[in-house]
Nanobody
Framework: QVHLVESGGGLVQAGGSLRLSCAASGRTFSNNIMGWFRQAPGKEREFVAGIGWMRDTTTYADSVKGRFTISRDNAKNTVYLQMNSLTPEDTALYYC?????????????????WGQGTQVTVSS
């Protein structure tokens, strides 16, 4: 079992920045991948970014490329999502997820563990 806890959400003005953190505990996989998803009211949960746990491979949704950066600290079992140039369209509940896979996937059904989410609200 992997337990994920997100933090760092909040209210920010358009153009601002936030950094989300996801701390993993419990059973960890040497080759797991980590991902960030988000879900806005009335919309489906969508992939935002993913990172390999032992490799510096990353993948981003087109909507966040150039603005968001995913990174990880293996010693702390923590994954981060740096979000810059935020817009009201980025407002959502942001989830951290883990998958025992070698390659990053954008499919939410392929992730095995999920956090409870952290709210990000961007005001115009």
């Amino acid at each position: 079992q992997v337990h994920l806890v997100e933090s760092g959400g909040g209210l920010v003005q358009a153009g601002g920045s936030l950094r989300l953190s996801c701390a993993a505990s419990g059973r960890t996989f040497s080759n797991n991948i980590m991902g960030w998803f988000r879900q806005a009211p009335g919309k489906e949960r969508e992939f935002v970014a993913g990172i390999g746990w032992m490799r510096d491979t990353t993948t981003y949704a087109d909507s966040v490329k150039g603005r968001f950066t995913i990174s990880r600290d293996n010693a702390k079992n923590t994954v981060y999502l740096q979000m810059n140039s935020l817009t009201p369209e980025d407002t959502a509940l942001y989830y951290c997820a883990a998958a025992a896979r070698l390659r990053i996937t954008v499919k939410r059904e392929e992730y095995d563990y999920w956090g409870q989410g952290t709210q990000v609200t961007v005001s115009s």
